[in-house]
Structure formats: C-alpha cells, structure tokens
C-alpha cells in the first residue's frame, strides 16, 4: 500500500445554490452525507466510526465502494425544476483501492467525464482528510427516463 499524501482539496463549497437531500436510504443508514452537486460534479463525506471497519480496523471495501459509486452516480444525475434530483443506474463500476484508512473524514469527489443523451461516464477519487488518496474509481451510468404523471 502507498500512503503516500497527495494535496488536500480545497475547502468545498456546493455547486449548486442548495444541496438537495440524497434520498437514499442507505447513505442516510451508513452516515454518508452529500456535501455537493451539480454542474457534472459531486462530493459526499464521511466521518469513520467503528461500524464502517473491516475486522482488520480499517475502513471496509464496501463502504469505499458505496461512496464512490454513490458520488460517480450523483456527479452526471439532471436536477429537475423543483430541484429534486433525477435517478440513474449503475451499468459498470471499476475501482482501485490504494490506501488504507481507519479514522477520520472520508471525502469521495466525483465528476462526469463524458454525456451522452442516456449514458454518462464519471470518475472519483476517495481521499482522507489528511489528503491521502484511499481509492479512485471510473464507471458508466444509465440515466432512468423522467417518469410520465397521469
């Protein structure tokens, strides 16, 4: 493993004027917080506790994978009239896990890398808050089709 530091990110600030609730009961189960989105860009955090650790003590696969994918998904989602965001399913996700981590913050910073009309490709970076590079991802996202009201 390469612990090696990488520059911490600037402090954020949400891209758009106010962020929307995630609406996702899982991230809301896990403590994983969105801090921004919009403009093809997302972050969510996360501040470790012992029930986001692996029986090794630090943080576990699936957690880092949820953040990522949860920030990839989010960074290419359409923000309708009422700010609601739209929905979007995972078609493939690939990560790199790096680093370790067992305490602290956890930020996953996400943006869309290319659009299409349905598909949208993103890519992540998981970082400690001492801007250690944990793990990065890259993946493809089906956007859903606004659902027609009766």
Not at 31 to 44: M, Y
């Given at each position: 493993m390469n612990d090696r530091a990488i520059t911490p990110p600037a402090p954020m600030t949400p891209f758009a004027a106010t962020v929307p609730p995630a609406d996702n009961p899982l991230l809301d189960y896990l403590g994983i917080r969105l801090a921004s989105v919009g403009d093809g860009h997302c972050v969510f955090e996360l501040d470790l506790e012992p029930r986001h650790l692996n029986r090794q003590g630090s943080v576990q696969?699936?957690?880092?994978a949820t953040m990522l994918d949860a920030a990839c998904g989010y960074a290419g989602l359409p923000v309708g009239p009422d700010g609601a965001?739209?929905?979007a399913a995972?078609?493939?996700l690939s990560i790199s896990y790096l680093s370790k981590a067992s305490a602290g913050r956890l930020r996953a910073m996400a943006s869309v890398t290319r659009a299409g009309n349905s598909l949208y490709f993103a890519s992540a970076q998981l970082t400690s808050d001492a801007g250690v590079l944990i793990a990065t991802a890259q993946g493809t996202f089906k956007r859903a089709r606004p659902r027609l009201e009766n």
């Amino acid at each position: 493993m390469n612990d090696r530091a990488i520059t911490p990110p600037a402090p954020m600030t949400p891209f758009a004027a106010t962020v929307p609730p995630a609406d996702n009961p899982l991230l809301d189960y896990l403590g994983i917080r969105l801090a921004s989105v919009g403009d093809g860009h997302c972050v969510f955090e996360l501040d470790l506790e012992p029930r986001h650790l692996n029986r090794q003590g630090s943080v576990q696969g699936g957690v880092i994978a949820t953040m990522l994918d949860a920030a990839c998904g989010y960074a290419g989602l359409p923000v309708g009239p009422d700010g609601a965001l739209g929905h979007a399913a995972t078609a493939m996700l690939s990560i790199s896990y790096l680093s370790k981590a067992s305490a602290g913050r956890l930020r996953a910073m996400a943006s869309v890398t290319r659009a299409g009309n349905s598909l949208y490709f993103a890519s992540a970076q998981l970082t400690s808050d001492a801007g250690v590079l944990i793990a990065t991802a890259q993946g493809t996202f089906k956007r859903a089709r606004p659902r027609l009201e009766n």
